[in-house]
């Protein structure tokens, strides 16, 4: 059974950079058919996707994000990664890595998400 | 605010149907596929829909999913207290070149 895990520190200061970790089991992260995304919801509201990654190193980024964000894969460890800069109150959210099938917006197996608070 | 318009909640008695619609349109809904998500409380979401009427294996056929036009249905039948969650619908914005996600519904099973 595939699973993802994420990691990271819970708290994060104010203009900091977050960083966050996924670890895949049960599966590789270098299976063709499938890209790696990592997606957040902040307390009470809804799921924002954040970015995607191919295990080729190709890259996807939502673009209300994306001159913050950096995605990353190692495949030789099964893990990708994270990265969002100059962080504010607003980033402060359950950050959950998931499978994406393709490109066909099916996020088919989630971690069960770490919570990350930015405050100072 | 989200792109994808879905009620804030729903209720409905054990054992009744109720539809949460999703909202959106031609960059998103009206050209693409959607997926449903549930979220039990303190969970993450459980992918419980796709391409707009498939069901992944192990979910019941008591959940249904449809599309007319730039608007998606979830339907959940012989409701149970287990179903009480919150709901998301996702799909692709092609004008937002993003995934995008509904608000979410949360249900409540009376």
């Known amino acids: 059974q595939l699973q993802l895990q994420e990691s990271g520190p819970g708290l994060v200061k104010p203009s900091e950079t977050l960083s966050l970790t996924c670890t895949v089991s049960?599966?590789?992260?270098?299976?063709?058919?499938?890209?790696w995304a990592w997606i957040r919801q902040p307390p009470r509201r809804g799921l924002e996707w954040i970015a995607s990654?191919?295990?080729?190193?190709?890259?996807y980024y939502n673009p209300s994000l994306k001159s913050r964000v950096t995605i990353s894969v190692d495949t030789s460890k099964n893990q990708f990664s994270l990265k969002l800069s100059s962080v504010t109150a607003a980033d402060t959210a359950v950050y959950f890595c998931?499978?994406?099938?393709?490109?066909?917006?099916?996020?088919?197996?989630w971690g069960q998400g770490t919570l990350v608070t930015v405050s100072s | 605010q989200s792109v994808l318009t879905q009620p804030p909640s729903v209720s409905a008695a054990p054992g009744q149907k109720v539809t949460i619609s999703c909202s959106g349109s031609?960059?998103?809904?009206?050209?693409?596929?959607v997926s449903w998500y549930q979220q039990l409380p303190g969970t993450a979401p459980k992918f419980l829909i796709y391409d707009i009427n498939k069901r992944p294996s192990g979910i019941p056929d008591r959940f249904s999913g449809s599309k007319s036009g730039t608007s998606a249905t979830l339907g959940i039948t012989g409701l149970q207290t287990g179903d009480e969650a919150d709901y998301y619908c996702?799909?692709?914005?092609?004008?937002?070149?993003?995934?995008?996600f509904g608000g979410g519904t949360k249900l409540t099973v009376l």
């Open positions: 031609s960059s998103n809904i009206g050209n693409n596929y």
């Open positions: 998931a499978r994406l099938i393709g490109m066909t917006g099916n996020f088919d197996y």
């Open positions: 996702g799909t692709w914005d092609s004008s937002l070149s993003s995934w995008v």
């Open positions: 990654v191919y295990y080729s190193g190709n890259t």
């Open positions: 049960g599966g590789s992260i270098s299976s063709s058919s499938y890209y």
